[in-house]
């Protein structure tokens, strides 16, 4: 069974511009939610896809946006990149939505915005 | 709101020592609750969860945690630690409803001496 996978795993970006990142779900997951980390700090929820729509978003501007695809895969696009974008960006997938079941991550894309 | 509370931010202990890690949560009804941990540079691993039933869980690794719903805590405990359980350790809440939006607290990071 293959678990969460993301690219790239590390990224070097100056103010201005755009990024997207990128992230497989575990197989037979169809919900896939991103989390910001700044350093030093615990996760921020960024918002969650499921069935490919938006299903709930944390506190961050529209330029932070996303797209999940048929196969469940997901993107996180941030327009504009501030200096305070730089963090490590987490990818999770669970089974479903709506039902108690845990998240699970993978191994984070580490973006640095100069 | 939801929060989370981790009221240590760095804990040392000796190899061979018990363990335990603090999670105080604010939640309006019972909540999800959930422990991670993440070496340097990884993403997050469950360790443990609880959604309901018994209030004493068992996880990875050798931990176990306890909700107490009096106290709105969930302590992690290991009874002897090992050097490879140096890590950062996250506490998190999600709403009983579902399981969009974890909110996680600031970590525990944990050192293990000899």
């Known amino acids: 069974e293959t678990g969460v996978t993301q690219s790239p795993t590390h990224l070097i970006k100056t103010r201005g511009q755009q990024v997207t990142l990128r992230c497989s779900s575990q197989s037979g997951h169809n919900t896939v939610s991103w989390y910001q980390q700044a350093l030093g700090q615990g996760p921020q929820f960024i918002f969650q896809y499921y069935r490919e729509e938006e299903n709930g978003r944390g506190n961050f501007p529209p330029r932070f946006s996303g797209l999940q695809f048929p196969n469940y895969s997901s993107e996180l696009n941030v327009n504009a990149l501030e200096l305070d974008d730089s963090a490590l960006y987490l990818c999770?997938?669970?089974?479903?939505?709506?039902?108690?079941?845990?998240?699970?991550f993978g191994p984070g894309t580490r973006l640095l915005v100069l | 709101a939801q929060s989370v509370t981790q009221p240590d931010i760095h804990i040392t202990v000796s190899e061979g020592a018990s363990l335990e890690l603090r999670c105080n949560y604010s939640?309006?009804?019972?909540?999800?609750l959930f422990w991670y941990v993440q070496s340097p540079g990884q993403g997050l691993q469950l360790l443990l969860k609880y959604f309901s039933g018994d209030t004493l869980v068992q996880g990875i690794k050798g931990f176990e945690a306890e909700f107490k719903r009096s106290q709105s805590s969930f302590n992690l405990r290991k009874p002897s630690v090992h050097w490879s359980d140096a890590a950062e350790y996250f506490c998190?809440?999600?709403?009983?409803?579902?399981?969009?939006?974890?909110?996680f607290g600031t970590g525990t990071r944990l050192t293990i001496i000899p």
């Open positions: 939640y309006g009804a019972t909540p999800y």
């Open positions: 998190a809440v999600g709403p009983n409803f579902g399981n969009e939006k974890l909110t």
């Open positions: 999770a997938s669970s089974p479903t939505s709506g039902v108690p079941v845990a998240q699970y």
